[in-house]
């Protein structure tokens, strides 16, 4: 996608959002896309791709783009929303309090970073003040994530978080209507059983959404189980 694409993008998103909430549209903001790399289904080059990012605000207060990590022919691919301060400060996917819970979370159904996931986020620079990252901000980022599925091809995705499933699920609703059953995700051909389920760090916070979050993993355990032998 050429930066005036997402320059188009972005304006009609702010648009819109001014619409929903009653307000009045001020005008177009300043934006500051960039193209995006060819997709060549390497993603190790995407990833080296966003180390000199500046297509949006976010490049500007960052120490360290996160791309994401894990195993390169991963069977799940978790995608959360934005990088925090452990992360941004060295680099890594969900190196926090949060992270050691979804370490947890996925050895429960026999799924490790090490060996057959490969994690990232919507976006890949931390938003000041660990913010939600902003429409333009996820926009600026969602052809790298579109490429990184497509480079590896994982048998399913999990997304962690509101932001993560409405962005990828192109949909308003709160993650409590999003979780608890799969969709089909498509891309370039692809169709990929997708399933949503809380943040980890939504957990730390609530333990009240430990039950729902575990009856979603043992959902992607059992479809995990189907696919490897064969079932549909």
Not at 80 to 93: I, K, L, R, T, Y
Not at 113 to 126: A, G, L, M
Not at 190 to 208: Q, V
Request: hydrophobic share 40%; charged share 25%.
């Amino acid at each position: 996608m050429t930066a005036e694409e997402k320059k188009s993008i972005a304006f009609f998103i702010d648009l819109a959002s001014v619409w929903a909430g009653g307000g009045y549209f001020r005008g177009e903001r300043e934006y500051s896309f960039s193209d995006d790399p060819d997709a060549d289904g390497n993603s190790e080059k995407i990833a080296a791709s966003l180390q000199n990012c500046k297509a949006c605000r976010l490049c500007e207060t960052r120490k360290n783009v996160v791309p994401g990590e894990g195993a390169p022919a991963p069977l799940v691919m978790v995608i959360g929303e934005a990088p925090g301060a452990d992360e941004d400060a060295c680099g890594n996917s969900f190196a926090g309090k949060a992270g050691q819970l979804l370490d947890k979370m996925l050895a429960a159904i026999n799924l490790s970073r090490e060996s057959n996931c490969f994690i990232t986020n919507i976006v890949k620079c931390r938003p000041p003040e660990n913010r939600d990252p902003q429409p333009d901000e996820i926009a600026a980022c969602a052809n790298f994530l579109e490429y990184q599925i497509q480079s590896l091809k994982p048998r399913f995705i999990l997304c962690v978080g509101t932001l993560s499933a409405q962005a990828l699920l192109r949909s308003a609703e709160p993650i409590g209507k999003l979780r608890g059953r799969f969709m089909d995700f498509e891309t370039a051909g692809m169709k990929i059983p997708l399933i949503a389920t809380y943040h980890p760090s939504a957990l730390l916070r609530n333990e009240e959404y430990k039950r729902p979050c575990w009856d979603d993993l043992k959902l992607l355990r059992a479809a995990l189980g189907s696919a490897e032998s064969g079932g549909k």
